[in-house]
């Protein structure tokens, strides 16, 4: 699932819209949405309510986009439990996301367009025999004017990027941009974040392991000693080898295995719809073989209340171990 923006219905009230897509194994599902963000064991008894029916929540089968009432900006969490055909309990999932008016202003500037070298999804689906294999090309980059050092690359993995050359490349409706968060520039992480892209296996999630550290409860400065987060330097921004992951269903799988991941800033260009010419015809793809950290057991698809609008998809992944 996806938090896919504002709209504004015609009875002028704001919306949150949020996209989701349910397993093939899913014949139905309950939800509820909940202010603030909740701890794992909040959602638990929030799932436990939904199943027992002591909370009240909304039942939808298959794909949707849904658009929750809200006025006030803050953090709201949509807790979900799903069901297969003989109506029996299989998973309780969540999403926390940020809401902000409509009204608000934008605080996104762009900065123009950085070079972006992918040793995240390119390395995982491409022969590549050195660093000096990887792709690189550009992507429009924003930075928070109120958070400074807040970084948001704009569709790095859309159609109109370097993806759109592959050939049988899906791309999952709306924006998907990547957030990183240099705001300590020795702390850098990266939180689970959908791609939007699908290679032939499944929507591509990306994710750091500083990020995951933290959503498992560990203070930044726990993160920055086991040396897993990225930094940001010289308008430069990199992660260490193998300290990013890409996620597919429910397993994740080494990303960044030379260390050549990168956000290059120092020479920014204006904005433009211009994209790479590499040559496609010269690459080969391989079958995707990457080095598996782990089943994961605990694979949340996330739902949300309100009003259909569209449809899209998002990994959400817990409780692994790295």
Known sequence: ????????????????VIGFVAGTDVDFYRYVLVAGALSDNEIDKVANGIIDGSIESAEVKGNNSIAFPLSEAGKYTVVAVTYNENE?????????????????PNPWVSLGNCGY???FVFTSYFETESADDVASYPVEIYENKEQ?????????????SFYGEVEGAVFADGNHNIVINATDPEGVYIELQSTGLDLGDAEIGIYSMAGYYLDEGKT?????????????????????????????????????????????MNALQKTNRSVST?????LQKSVFAGNSLMSVPDYRIMHVRGQKVDTQRVVKVRNFKY
């Not at 029996?88 to 608000?104: C, M, R, S, T, Y």
């Not at 940001?232 to 799988?253: D, Q, R, S």
Request: proline letters at 5%.
């Open 1 to 16: 699932m996806t938090n896919k923006g504002n709209y504004i219905d015609l009875d002028k009230q704001d919306n949150a």
């Open 88 to 104: 029996e309990v299989q998973l309780h999932n969540a999403l926390i996301f940020d809401f902000e008016p409509a009204g608000k």
């Open 117 to 119: 070298t992918d040793d």
């Open 148 to 160: 400074p050092g807040m970084f948001r690359l704009q569709n790095p993995y859309g159609p109109e």
């Open 220 to 264: 930044l400065e726990e993160v920055k000693v086991a040396g897993v987060c990225g930094t940001y330097k010289n308008n430069i921004i990199t992660f260490p080898k193998e300290a990013l992951a890409i996620v597919l269903g429910e397993k994740m799988y080494k990303a960044n295995i030379y260390g050549a991941w990168k956000i290059d």
């Open 278 to 282: 590499f040559n496609w015809n010269s």
